[in-house]
């Protein structure tokens, strides 16, 4: 362990060794927070797609037992990167001349320059030994394609990735780095795929959207011999891996010698925002601490501020098993911004759940704010935060000004989950005065939550 006046760094044995299960400490019903067959027909014109995760990986996922262990080999690989600086941002302190005490846990270190691979690595490892030979999988920014590729290519696999169109083009080299660690990325909506080409058909200029691209990932990975689809959000499995880096947190705040009054993640589906805030609830559970958990999102893709608390599908088929989720219906389709990753239509369940029983906040912000943050952040702090982070740092900073204007000093914890270092051109056009911000129309939210499936699978609707 080594501690400096900006940086609380453990060393390669403190790798954490089991990741946490929130489900332990979560006293919500079990089918609130699993996937659940729908009673009804899929979406028309859909077929119906199984879970086909291996056994090992999904049993930890659903279980009670508080802690699961890393294995060894998986373990081992994260021993090349982390663990993960926490940084005191002093600089950022200084210039608002705020009494708070602001940290961030850095997970842009790293190959992929994301905290996607905490789980991309996890998730072959598993299906590698299931026997599994090529993963497809659907990317919104391209951070998750990125760690896929990396992932599949260190073990072996072969990996094939439907990008969403938007992002396709705006972050070009997020494709090259994909293809250089041999991944085939396609731009999605694409004419390969029957629910690729009926969304062209009823809208040729779609950008495109996480769901799109997992409904064609879904389509492809069924004509894969030995192929399997894996996701890299929401999903209760993806959420336990990424707690390394909230197990990191704790110990490197303790090192500080300070608990965080506020803990805040970007939020897409919400593996960024568990991944640190989730072994924190654990704590404050433990303590009785009154530490707030806080999720972002961007006004252009509000689930959880203005979304419904409801069974949904997670692809835009309607051909995945229904989860219970605060969403904005999964045909909905998210203006471009460039926050990718945050474009998701719902929130995980676990998440959901959590959000649903009054136990973390959620705010939303424009693109053009966060931009500005952002940038803000680059200055004093000389690390460009990826647009979603960006997200994070945007609700930091606030909470910094009121702590001010109330003359309270307070501690807060934000995840920067990535570089921006792909996404200059973005900031480019934020320098130039060309970003743009998205409203969504209430009827435009109204009429992707009409599309939602109609039947309850336990009856307990929300």
Excluded at 88 to 93: C, V
Excluded at 230 to 247: D, F, K, M, R, Y
Excluded at 360 to 385: C, H, I, S, W
Excluded at 413 to 425: I, Q
Aim: hydrophobic share 40%.
């Amino acid at each position: 362990m080594r501690t400096s006046r900006n940086q609380f760094l453990l060393d390669e044995e403190d790798v954490p060794t089991h990741w946490y299960n929130i489900l332990a400490d979560l006293d919500v019903p079990s089918s609130d927070v699993r996937r659940a067959r729908p009673a009804a027909q899929p979406a028309a014109g859909a077929k119906r797609s199984a879970p086909n995760l291996p056994l090992s990986m999904y049993r930890a996922s659903v279980g009670a037992e508080r802690y699961v262990k890393i294995p060894d080999p998986v373990r081992e690989q994260y021993q090349r990167w982390r663990p993960t600086p926490l940084i005191r941002a002093h600089r950022l302190e200084q210039e608002l001349g705020t009494p708070a005490h602001i940290y961030y846990k850095y997970e842009g270190a790293n190959a992929a320059g994301s905290h996607k691979l905490n789980s991309a690595l996890a998730q072959a490892h598993y299906y590698r030994q299931a026997g599994v030979q090529e993963i497809t999988t659907g990317t919104g920014a391209g951070q998750w394609g990125t760690a896929l590729s990396m992932a599949c290519h260190a073990l072996g696999l072969a990996c094939t990735v439907f990008m969403v169109r938007v992002s396709h083009a705006q972050k070009p080299y997020r494709r090259v780095l994909m293809e250089l660690n041999g991944a085939r990325v396609i731009p999605s909506p694409s004419g390969t795929t029957e629910a690729g080409r009926a969304l062209l058909a009823a809208s040729p200029d779609s950008d495109g959207s996480v769901a799109i691209a997992n409904a064609e990932a879904l389509e492809h990975a069924q004509t894969v011999h030995r192929g399997a689809f894996a996701v890299g959000s929401g999903e209760n499995h993806v959420l336990l891996h990424q707690t390394v880096i909230g197990e990191e947190a704790l110990r490197q705040m303790e090192l500080a010698g300070e608990f965080p009054d506020v803990v805040i993640g970007a939020m897409g589906a919400g593996s960024n925002f568990a991944g640190l805030a989730f072994p924190f609830h654990r704590e404050r559970l433990r303590t009785g601490a009154a530490t707030r958990l806080v999720a972002v999102e961007p006004s252009a893709c509000p689930k959880m501020t203005r979304g419904r608390y409801a069974w949904d599908y997670n692809d835009y088929s309607g051909t995945t098993p229904m989860t219970k989720m605060y969403t904005l219906g999964h045909t909905f389709v998210a203006p471009g911004v460039h926050a990718g990753g945050l474009r998701y239509h719902g929130a995980a369940p676990l998440v959901s759940a959590l959000y649903a029983r009054g136990l973390m906040e959620a705010v939303a912000y424009d693109q053009k704010e966060v931009f500005e943050a952002g940038a803000f952040f680059a200055r004093t702090e000389n690390l460009v935060p990826a647009p979603e982070s960006a997200h994070a740092v945007k609700c930091a900073l606030d909470e910094a000004i009121r702590a001010r204007e109330e003359n309270r000093p307070r501690v807060i914890l934000f995840n920067v989950s990535g570089h921006g270092l792909l996404d200059l051109s973005a900031y480019d056009q934020y320098l130039a005065g060309e970003l743009q911000d998205h409203a969504v129309s209430d009827s435009h939210i109204a009429a992707s939550l009409a599309a939602l499936p109609d039947v309850d699978p336990v009856g307990s609707r929300s």
